[in-house]
């Protein structure tokens, strides 16, 4: 569906570091690091597209990072 580019457009133009990833299950996963309110923006951007109609779920876990994250990528 192109959920990963679509994340990975995002996350370059909010200048958010982190990774997007398919899960086994048929979800995806996606580590995001950047400050609360970058955060809740990313994620309102993640839903307000054609892509983000398929986003039944957000959890949102704030805790710090043990390493930085430099650029988003998609994980295989």
């Known amino acids: ?3 990963r580019w679509y994340t990975v457009g995002i996350a370059s133009r909010m200048k958010v570091s ?3 990833q398919n899960l086994p299950d ?6 995001a690091e950047g400050g609360s ?3 809740e923006k990313f994620c309102s951007a993640l839903c307000e597209g054609v892509l983000g109609t398929n986003i039944s779920y957000i959890e949102l ?5 043990n390493e930085p994250v430099h650029g988003f990528r998609i994980v295989r």
């Open 26 to 31: 048929g979800s995806v996963e996606i580590l």
């Open 37 to 39: 309110d970058l955060l």
């Open 18 to 20: 982190g990774w997007v």
């Open 1 to 3: 569906m192109g959920f």
């Open 61 to 65: 876990f704030p805790e710090p990072g």
